[in-house]
């Protein structure tokens, strides 16, 4: 959607969308660096997970989860429309598995 949300999900389900700009104005108000420190915190943040993610490695945030980087080989499958079988090309793919730390938070 144009919005940034979900599309396959309905809106009572997934709820409201944390955004970056809410995580940096969450640092900023907690730890009260300036907003231009905190953006830079934040951007350092997620860069550093992209890159060791594009490296194929493993990102592990105790109490939160773990996000790992799969490969998957190229297959068969086929079109839901016209049934035709087409190759579906190898390709990495990212997973996240919550710790049970969260999972307990979510089942409160």
């Not at 809106?11 to 905190?38: N, P």
């Not at 839901?80 to 710790?99: C, E, M, W, Y």
Request: aromatic residues 6%; without cysteine; positive net charge.
């Amino acid at each position: 959607m144009a919005d940034g949300s979900p599309t396959n999900f309905s809106s009572d389900a997934v709820g409201r969308t944390l955004t970056k700009a809410e995580f940096v104005e969450s640092v900023y108000s907690k730890i009260g660096l300036s907003r231009r420190d905190s953006a830079e915190v934040i951007e350092l943040l997620f860069e550093s997970v992209k890159e060791t993610l594009a490296r194929g490695e493993a990102v592990k945030i105790s109490g939160f989860g773990n996000f790992i980087v799969r490969e998957k080989k190229a297959r068969t499958g086929r079109n839901p429309q016209t049934g035709n079988a087409i190759q579906i090309t190898a390709r990495r793919v990212l997973t996240f598995k919550p710790s049970q730390v969260l999972k307990d938070m979510l089942n409160k």
